[in-house]
């Protein structure tokens, strides 16, 4: 992991909502609507790996179509590399697809399994013009196998012949194939074999150091975003809830909710896994088709007050030490660090 903090962040995301509106009958009479997405705001720096993490469902895989244009908006500012491409239309995106591209879940169906490993990795620089003649295509597919850990001689298989692991490698040389800045990945090792997944990881680790890539990492498993991240959001139904530098979010963290899923970590010491306290989450997820009013997690938080209910909390900063051990710019979205209330 890298760090090359810059004044203007790479991407930034202020109130961004995604809204899904539900619809009966004959006529598809609107009749409410699922806010998968509800004011989420973070900013993604240059060279480093924000972690994006949380229950299945919470609004994470929408975040990140919502991020790259593929999902049209409610609401909210996108601003990505200084420009504002919020309203851009999709001829006006095209160009911007070149510095923004994603690497999927699943391996399996991410590729097409009636082309070649060469075609699927060059598909990218044919449809930007980049191919120039079929030698230098040749030189940057093969050149691109390398780069992921693949010997340029498979280039001429089919999908079905790599494993999952290679597929996952091919999927990620193909996002690396018009140079991009910012790199999606959406739970990009789920889908393996644990002895895989840190294989992976530490190839997007690499390949970061080596290429000055940014990432925005979504993942619901906690370990496997902790050894990529530099800085970690946590999601809960549409929302953030929580910002903070990995190591001070898994040293201390703040929100409820973080609390209740670090806790569901099992130690590898017995002994401490025994004697630790346990903070279990009571009752389902709501549904986003109707949401808590105020803070959305308060229906399930052991330190519930009476204004969780009625109010909902903003994402503040930390300041003068409102949170200990972390830093100026962590953020927490809990009434308990109000200042306001006490």
């Known amino acids: 992991m890298s760090l090359a903090i810059n004044e203007e962040p790479l991407l930034k995301v202020d109130d961004l909502k995604v809204h899904f509106t539900l619809t009966e009958g004959f006529m598809q009479r609107p009749v409410g609507s699922v806010k998968a997405v509800d004011g989420v705001s973070f900013e993604l720096r240059h060279g480093e790996t924000f972690g994006l993490v949380g229950e299945s469902g919470c609004g994470k895989s929408t975040t990140a179509l919502a991020v790259l244009r593929m999902q049209p908006l409610t609401g909210g500012l996108i601003k990505f590399e200084g420009n504002d491409i919020t309203h851009l239309e999709p001829h006006q995106m095209r160009p911007l697809r070149r510095r923004m591209q994603m690497v999927y879940q699943d391996p399996f169906s991410s590729?097409?399994?009636?082309?070649?490993?060469?075609d699927i990795i060059g598909e990218p620089l044919l449809v930007h013009g980049l191919a120039t003649d079929r030698r230098?295509?040749?030189?940057?597919?093969?050149?691109?196998?390398?780069?992921?850990?693949?010997?340029?001689?498979?280039?001429d298989r089919y999908p079905h012949e790599f494993s999952g692991g290679q597929r996952q490698r091919i999927g990620i040389a193909r996002a690396l194939a018009l140079e991009p800045s910012l790199i999606i990945c959406d739970e990009p090792v789920s889908a393996l074999d644990v002895s895989i997944q840190a294989?992976?990881?530490?190839?997007?680790?690499?390949?970061?150091?080596?290429?000055?890539l940014t990432y925005l990492f979504i993942a619901h498993d906690l370990s496997v975003v902790r050894h990529i991240s530099d800085r970690i959001g946590v999601m809960y139904l549409g929302r953030i809830v929580e910002i903070a530098g990995r190591d001070e979010l898994f040293a201390s963290p703040k929100h409820p909710y973080t609390q209740a899923l670090l806790s569901s970590i099992p130690l590898p010491d017995p002994t401490l896994e025994a004697t630790r306290p346990q903070q279990?989450?009571?009752g389902e997820v709501p549904s986003p088709k109707t949401p808590p009013s105020g803070c959305h997690f308060h229906p399930r938080c052991p330190k519930v007050m009476n204004v969780c209910s009625v109010h909902s909390p903003n994402l503040e900063m930390n300041q003068a030490g409102s949170f200990p051990n972390h830093s100026d710019e962590?953020?927490?979205?809990?009434?308990?660090?109000?200042?306001?209330?006490?």
């Open 136 to 155: 230098s295509f040749r030189a940057r597919i093969d050149e691109l196998m390398d780069m992921v850990g693949l010997l340029p001689d498979m280039s």
């Open 280 to 282: 279990l989450i009571v």
């Open 111 to 118: 590729l097409n399994p009636r082309m070649r490993i060469r």
């Open 199 to 212: 294989q992976v990881l530490n190839l997007l680790m690499d390949l970061q150091r080596e290429l000055g």
């Open 330 to 342: 962590s953020q927490v979205a809990c009434h308990l660090y109000d200042a306001s209330l006490g």
